[in-house]
């Protein structure tokens, strides 16, 4: 009688597509080069436990064992490194080593995925990806391009909604803050963007990326929280209340924010509203104006040998008002980059106050009106001049000022001493 084969032929056979639940379990991955680097987090969080054999590993596969994600054992493979394995992966390129990892696995009747040979292992592994509401899409076509292809192609399809599912994927009520970034609609995260996909309730601040706004849904309702300095606006606890009456209702709302939810984004109490109010939230961050609308117009917040920081400060209340929280003394001794948000209207006040209390004149600023749009404008002046050209130029807010040698760094012709 003849034995039997030990690696039966694949061709024409359909692989039987299963999720393995892993965690607790153990896992056995040989080899710690870039195919372990690519597969590694996926096994990470399905939890399970993970012991890495090789003799060497790429820096990041190194961090996730320095981080006690996984187990690393500092050696090459050994016969016996299956026993008590549940499954087991194999991503070496020496075909001697991976061969002999596949006999034991065999002989232990651990289903085993080779990177190399396919054909030789008994599991494949999947083209793999996820939704943002928690769906699990896995390819298997034999052509690991042709699976990555099909399974980006679903995967998005489900993001945006243009397969049709979103009543297998809608959210249950609740509230996610999501920050839209600083204008331009294609720097919301991608995150923020598929949350907005499944929004019942959107309520949107005034710089919150109005194109987006355009993308929904017809049935979605939109609520205009605007905050228009010295015009109308809605105040914070009706803010809070229609997030938590929606929420109530059984609807999902997004908070749609201009910039990120924590950063003068009064994100904060909005989510301890909701939270007394024992509603669920989930807060996405967002790019800042802070940082992002600088960098649209060359300007880097920080640079090697120029500066070692950078300070955000709110200028909605000038220098003077008792309400100022701002050691203005303070910061006008610092020697890194300052950028003022929501201070056009009382830069004169605060430019006056950094020179008085030591920062020199000659300090560049740039003023930055509606940054990362399609009215974005970029003013030069000094600490000195900044006032009177604010108002010579007209600008508005929304606007970004930065204060600092930053401002012409990338501009060597024009930097200060």
Do not use: Y
């Given at each position: 009688m003849n034995a039997p084969n030990p690696h039966p032929s694949t061709e024409g056979l359909t692989p039987y597509p299963v999720g393995l639940l892993l965690a607790g379990r153990r896992v056995v991955v040989v080899g710690g080069g870039q195919v372990a680097q690519r597969r590694l987090p996926a096994l990470i969080a399905t939890g399970a436990e993970i012991q890495l054999i090789s003799p060497a590993t790429t820096p990041a596969v190194q961090a996730m064992a320095d981080a006690g994600e996984i187990s690393w054992q500092q050696r090459g493979y050994a016969d016996g490194d299956l026993a008590e394995a549940w499954y087991a992966l194999v991503t070496t390129d020496d075909q001697a080593v991976n061969e002999a990892v596949s006999a034991e696995a065999e002989h232990r009747r651990i289903f085993c995925s080779r990177s190399d040979d396919a054909s030789a292992a008994t599991a494949w592994t999947p083209a793999s990806g996820h939704d943002d509401a928690g769906t699990t899409v896995a390819v298997l076509t034999g052509d690991p391009r042709h699976s990555a292809a099909l399974r980006n192609t679903i995967v998005e399809g489900l993001r945006d909604g243009s397969l049709s599912a979103r009543q297998y994927r809608h959210r249950a009520a609740g509230v996610a803050l999501v920050g839209g970034g600083p204008g331009d609609p294609d720097l919301i995260t991608v995150r923020g963007r598929r949350l907005l996909a499944d929004a019942d309730v959107v309520v949107a601040d005034r710089l919150a990326p109005r194109e987006l706004l355009a993308e929904l849904a017809p049935h979605v309702e939109v609520i205009d929280a605007s905050k228009i300095p010295y015009g109308r606006f809605m105040a914070q606890e009706a803010i809070n209340n229609a997030l938590i009456e929606h929420a109530k209702a059984g609807k999902f709302v997004v908070r749609l924010k201009g910039g990120d939810p924590y950063v003068y984004g009064r994100g904060g109490e909005e989510l301890l509203a909701c939270a007394e109010a024992g509603i669920p939230v989930t807060v996405v961050p967002g790019i800042s104006s802070s940082i992002s609308v600088p960098a649209a117009v060359g300007i880097p917040v920080t640079h090697r040998?120029?500066?070692?920081?950078?300070?955000?400060?709110?200028?909605?209340?000038?220098?003077?008002?008792?309400?100022?929280?701002?050691?203005?003394?303070?910061?006008?001794?610092?020697?890194?980059?300052?950028?003022?948000?929501?201070?056009?209207?009382?830069?004169?006040?605060?430019?006056?106050?950094?020179?008085?209390?030591?920062?020199?004149?000659?300090?560049?600023?740039?003023?930055?009106?509606?940054?990362?749009?399609?009215?974005?404008?970029?003013?030069?002046?000094?600490?000195?001049?900044?006032?009177?050209?604010?108002?010579?130029?007209?600008?508005?807010?929304?606007?970004?000022?930065?204060?600092?040698?930053?401002?012409?760094?990338?501009?060597?012709?024009?930097?200060?001493?």
């Open positions: 040998g120029m500066t070692h920081e950078f300070t955000v400060i709110s200028g909605h209340v000038g220098p003077d008002d008792e309400r100022s929280l701002v050691n203005w003394a303070a910061v006008a001794q610092m020697t890194g980059t300052l950028v003022l948000l929501m201070a056009v209207d009382k830069i004169g006040a605060i430019a006056a106050k950094l020179i008085a209390c030591g920062r020199s004149a000659d300090t560049p600023v740039a003023v930055v009106q509606e940054g990362t749009t399609a009215g974005q404008r970029r003013i030069d002046a000094t600490l000195g001049t900044v006032a009177a050209t604010v108002a010579a130029e007209g600008v508005r807010p929304p606007a970004v000022i930065v204060v600092g040698e930053v401002v012409h760094v990338l501009d060597p012709a024009t930097r200060t001493s």
